[in-house]
């Protein structure tokens, strides 16, 4: 006998179904939680094939975004082997079928089925200090986008309610700058002097100080007795409180990823690539995880959906292949932005080269950073995978 078990995920729970041999159901079907009560109920089914068969079994569950991993956590914990498919596998085998079923309960039958055919092949393992690092990262990228999009809201703002304040500082969303800002908008003072020094400690001199409180009481007089809107005011003030509070967020994101990235090698590996930081760095090593997952470049090629789409029929074959987008659309964008980063006043020479060739030949402007983000992954997969630093 052959016990298995396929597990269907869904959010917050899951729905198993047991086999004690191919075509030999144990019971029927049931979802659990995805709680300590609905794990003990897996480990007792878990306990129970084991009693009936003398073999331990195996469960089979696909990998579904987040959802699955406090499944697997308690699986890798509990020490229950465990398969974690890629869904495009299931996804493929279940379109063989005649008769086109989609239930939870179908599902995991139709999980434990692929595994007595031999069609399993284990899904990519995350450790956990890859998976920390890709949800901080994850999370900065995230925190990153909504402050762009708020300096765009307080820019348009800023233009309506108070124009002047513009030209002031060099760095309109400095601390500094939005800290006095915030004063100016808020309420009437004599000594600007002392208002701006507080926010600029050590990092400016008390000349250019006192120059810059000198600036903004012009401009403070000129736009108090001006026409002003209370309500774009107000919504001013409050936007700025948001740019000065996601600020602290992502220096809090900042400070926690490099203390992870300074617990892994492969970050300061990656980062001796020319035009590399710190950001970039730990989001391509959290995307790719451990390399030596990889057999070959083209494999991690094809999972960051950088290899070429085929299409040949007959006769037919296109001359225009786009690349497949399968993978994982974060590691394409680190990758574009690591290569925009390369290119920039001819960092990485290497990379510039290549570059320049690909665009004497014709290639258009696209398909050439494409051609050299696959170029670009290569290098970083050799790094990883010898452990040495990249040599120009």
Same mark, same amino acid.
């Given at each position: 006998?052959?016990?298995?078990? %396929? ?25 659990? &939680?995805?709680?300590?009560? %609905?794990?003990? !109920?897996? #480990? ?29 956590? $308690? ?7 465990? $398969?974690?498919?890629? *869904?495009?596998?299931?996804?493929? #085998? ?8 989609? &239930?939870? @309960?179908?599902?995991?039958? =139709? ?6 055919? %031999? ?30 999009? @708020? ?17 002031? $500082? ?9 800290? &006095? ?18 926010? &600029? ?9 006192? @120059?810059?409180?000198? =600036?903004?009481?012009?401009? =403070? ?37 490099? !203390? ?16 590399? %930081? ?15 997952? $990889?057999?070959? *470049? ?39 932005? @690591? ?54």
């Amino acid at each position: 006998m052959e016990p298995v078990i %396929g597990l269907d995920v869904a959010k917050g729970k899951s729905v198993i179904q047991a086999f004690l041999k191919r075509n030999e159901a144990y019971g029927k079907s049931e979802t659990i &939680t995805h709680t300590e009560e %609905g794990f003990r !109920r897996l #480990s007792n089914v878990v306990q129970e094939l084991y009693k009936r068969t003398g073999v331990e079994p195996v469960v089979i569950l696909e990998a579904t975004g987040h959802y699955h991993r406090a499944v697997e956590v $308690f699986l890798s914990a509990s020490k229950i082997p465990h $398969f974690i498919m890629n *869904p495009l596998v299931s996804k493929r #085998s279940k379109s063989a079928q005649l008769r086109k079923v989609k &239930t939870d @309960a179908v599902d995991a039958r =139709h999980l434990a089925e692929m595994y007595y055919r %031999g069609d399993v092949k284990p899904h990519r393992s995350w450790e956990t200090c890859y998976s920390e690092l890709q949800h901080v990262t994850r999370q900065y990228e995230f925190v990153s986008s909504l402050y762009v999009q @708020a300096r765009l809201n307080t820019r348009a703002l800023l233009d309506q309610v108070f124009p002047a304040y513009e030209g002031i $500082f060099s760095d309109l969303f400095s601390p500094t700058a939005l800290k &006095t800002l915030q004063t100016c908008l808020s309420r009437e003072t004599e000594d600007w002097t002392e208002v701006i020094r507080p926010f &600029t400690g050590k990092s400016h001199s008390e000349k250019w100080i006192r @120059a810059k409180a000198k =600036h903004v009481e012009v401009i =403070h007089q000129q736009w108090v007795g001006s026409q002003r809107s209370l309500s774009q005011t107000l919504m001013l003030q409050s936007m700025i409180s948001l740019l000065l509070s996601m600020q602290e967020q992502l220096q809090g994101i900042e400070e926690q990823m490099r !203390r992870l990235a300074e617990e892994m090698p492969e970050v300061e590996l990656i980062k001796s690539i020319p035009g590399l %930081g710190d950001k970039l760095a730990a989001a391509i090593v959290s995307e790719i995880g451990n390399a030596k997952q $990889f057999e070959e *470049p083209k494999q991690l090629v094809a999972f960051a959906g950088l290899d070429p789409s085929v299409h040949s029929s007959g006769q037919f074959t296109a001359s225009r292949n786009r690349i497949s987008k399968r993978g994982s659309k974060r590691l394409r964008r680190a990758l574009f932005l @690591a290569v925009q980063c390369g290119l920039r006043r001819s960092c990485n020479t290497r990379l510039k080269a290549y570059y320049d060739k690909k665009r004497q030949e014709g290639k258009p402007y696209k398909v050439t950073v494409i051609a050299c983000a696959n170029k670009l992954l290569h290098h970083i997969y050799a790094i990883l995978k010898k452990g040495q630093p990249y040599q120009a």
